[in-house]
């Protein structure tokens, strides 16, 4: 099955610093990458996806770049403030497994003032 | 903001005392999931319908069991409560689509106490 693999589990980053999370998986059948973000106590939130036919996709301060032939995925957020401290996660899934996301372990981010 | 609805918000039950979940979506979506969250951890499926489909994981014990009375609710059970199932239990949809499925929408998820 597919296995993801999430860098770094901790991330400390000053007030518009950039902060970029790396993720690499398994199974070349893979073809959906999500990325979520998780307040404390709260549900988890995509933020961006992308999906195998794109190699980057942007939203305003945050970017995913996507690498199929290496297999890996990089979350980029520029300018970071406050408020983009959480735990992020990466997934990943195939067309054929029922939209089943496997998820990386997450990346504790603190942006500090 | 009230697409994946979840009751409770936080449950308490005694160990070995059966408790139900519930989750209600108003998406209309075909597929759900239940996930299991413990503290700085990933989210990790427990099962998933497929419109009437019930699809277990391999590794969710049998403790765990799902009802889909229709399109709108899905419930978790979980018979017989242990100390160690206590976490947050996440319910997501997402709809099947032609091209593929549309992106996994979570609710707020339940957070179970066992004492």
């Known amino acids: 099955g597919e296995n993801v693999e999430q860098h770094p589990s901790t991330l400390s980053v000053q007030e518009g610093d950039s902060a970029v999370i790396k993720c690499t998986y398994s199974?070349?059948?893979?073809?959906?990458f999500p990325w979520y973000k998780q307040e404390l106590g709260k549900r988890p939130q995509l933020i961006i996806d992308?999906?195998?036919?794109?190699g980057e996709k942007k939203d305003q301060r945050i970017a995913v770049t996507l690498n199929k032939t290496a297999k890996h995925f990089s979350l980029h957020i520029t300018e970071t403030q406050p408020e983009d401290s959480a735990v992020y996660f990466c997934a990943a899934s195939t067309s054929e497994s029922w939209g089943k996301l496997q998820f990386g372990a997450g990346t504790q981010v603190v942006v500090t003032p | 903001d009230a697409m994946v609805i979840q009751n409770p918000r936080y449950q308490v039950t005694q160990f070995g005392k059966p408790v139900t979940l519930s989750c209600s979506q108003t998406l209309n979506h075909n597929v759900m999931y239940w996930y299991q969250q413990k503290s700085s951890q990933a989210p990790k499926l427990l099962f998933h319908y497929y419109d009437k489909d019930f699809n277990n994981e391999a590794d969710t014990p049998d403790n765990f069991q799902s009802r889909r009375p229709n399109t709108s609710f899905c419930f978790l059970d979980i018979r017989s409560p242990g100390l160690g199932d206590a976490a947050m239990y996440l319910c997501?949809?997402?709809?099947?689509?032609?091209?593929?499925?549309?992106?996994?929408?979570f609710g707020p998820g339940t957070r179970l106490l066992v004492l």
């Open positions: 997501a949809t997402t709809r099947e689509l032609a091209g593929g499925r549309e992106t996994q929408y």
């Open positions: 992308i999906r195998s036919n794109v």
């Open positions: 199974d070349s059948a893979s073809n959906y």
